[in-house]
Nanobody, 124 residues
Framework: VQLQASGGGLVQAGGSLRLSCAAS????????MGWFRQAPGKEREFVAA????????YYADSVKGRFTISRDNDNNTVYLQMNSLKPEDTAVYYC??????????????????WGQGTLVTVSS
């Protein structure tokens, strides 16, 4: 699975953005997918994950209630809708695929295919 993230940009605090991750490959619809982010000087952190069917979703506490992950298996795309953005959400956002599993097990190391990242900047 090859991944291409897009949709990042500059937004004011309280605003919204929707990130997209387009996947190539025939296994996308069977893979758990995730979004991660890395802020300057910080380690990469988990943001959200979704099961192969979209029936199970998982969120970091810091984004719960503000971000929504979804997927369109017909179009090989996973989305991250980000609302009520805060300056601390500023980071490079990456999408990733777990090519071996359809469900998120809570293990970041399960994600073995990564996109190139898209920068989100939230101004105060």
């Amino acid at each position: 699975v090859q991944l291409q993230a897009s949709g990042g940009g500059l937004v004011q605090a309280g605003g919204s953005l929707r990130l997209s991750c387009a996947a190539s490959g025939r296994t996308f619809s069977r893979n758990a997918m995730g979004w991660f982010r890395q802020a300057p000087g910080k380690e990469r952190e988990f943001v959200a994950a979704i099961s192969w069917s979209g029936g199970s979703k998982y969120y970091a506490d810091s984004v719960k209630g503000r971000f929504t992950i979804s997927r369109d298996n017909d179009n090989n795309t996973v989305y991250l809708q980000m609302n009520s953005l805060k300056p601390e959400d500023t980071a490079v956002y990456y999408c990733a695929a777990d090519r071996a599993r359809g469900y998120y097990r809570g293990q970041v190391r399960d994600f073995d295919s990564w996109g190139q990242g898209t920068l989100v900047t939230v101004s105060s």
